[in-house]
T-cell receptor, first 116, second 117 residues
Framework: EAGVTQFPSHSVIEKGQTVTLRCDPI?????LYWYRRVMGKEIKFLLHFVKESKQDESGMPNNRFLAERTGGTYSTLKVQPAELEDSGVYFC??????????????FGNGTRLTVT | AQSVTQLGSHVSVSEGALVLLRCNYSSSVPPYLFWYVQYPNQGLQLLLK??????LVKGINGFEAEFKKSETSFHLTKPSAHMSDAAEYFCAVTADISNFGNEKLTFGTGTRLTIIP
């Protein structure tokens, strides 16, 4: 089966510009998560979709970040306007909807965002 | 709230030697614990996880970890290191149980493992 796919793999933008990251989860996975790792620090949870609904967006840094998952398939994460501190690696992950932890979380390779 | 501490951002071991990567956690409720590995230019891959039951958990590639509640630890070990084990390893915890199997994970800062030939 195809894994979680993220586009682009790298993005370099200037402060104040807009960037949109895309994540295609594994087909049939209703859970979709966004995480971010700022250089040298821990990977932090941003938000969680169940199908097209935002289940938990408590980790979103501020209102410059907007995540969508129209139709419950792929998801986008837009940063507008980008700031220097937004630089990092953005990971997407997906899993099946389940009441237990038997469904593993599958991660994409990440998008490395550099804001200059 | 949960937190994870990984002691040692960089660990080097000789090929064939024991690998020990340390992880301590903090959680106000019984935790679910995970180890993930990230190889260069790849995403995170689950090595093993502890949910309930047996405290010694075996994972892929010969790794195992033991949940020690009294020590709030979940250290990762492998008896004999291989060159292919060179990667970054992340310990994670969650106590966020929901009907959706929510894996809202709290990660440590990671440990980069280098294998010396």
């Amino acid at each position: 089966e195809a894994g979680v796919t993220q586009f682009p793999s790298h993005s370099v933008i200037e402060k104040g510009q807009t960037v949109t990251l895309r994540c295609d989860p594994i087909s049939g996975h209703d859970n979709l998560y966004w995480y971010r790792r700022v250089m040298g620090k821990e990977i932090k949870f941003l938000l969680h979709f169940v199908k097209e609904s935002k289940q938990d967006e408590s980790g979103m840094p501020n209102n410059r970040f907007l995540a969508e998952r129209t139709g419950g398939t792929y998801s986008t994460l837009k940063v507008q306007p980008a700031e220097l501190e937004d630089s990092g690696v953005y990971f997407c992950a997906s899993s099946q909807l389940t009441v237990s932890y038997n469904s593993p979380l599958h991660f994409g390779n990440g998008t490395r965002l550099t804001v200059t | 709230a949960q937190s994870v501490t990984q002691l040692g951002s960089h660990v080097s071991v000789s090929e064939g030697a024991l690998v020990l990567l340390r992880c301590n956690y903090s959680s106000s409720v019984p935790p679910y614990l995970f180890w993930y590995v990230q190889y260069p230019n790849q995403g995170l891959q689950l090595l093993l996880k502890y949910t309930t039951g047996a405290t010694l958990v075996k994972g892929i590639n010969g790794f195992e970890a033991e949940f020690k509640k009294s020590e709030t630890s979940f250290h990762l070990t492998k008896p004999s290191a291989h060159m292919s084990d060179a990667a970054e390893y992340f310990c994670a915890v969650t106590a966020d149980i929901s009907n959706f199997g929510n894996e809202k994970l709290t990660f440590g800062t990671g440990t980069r493992l280098t294998i010396i030939p």
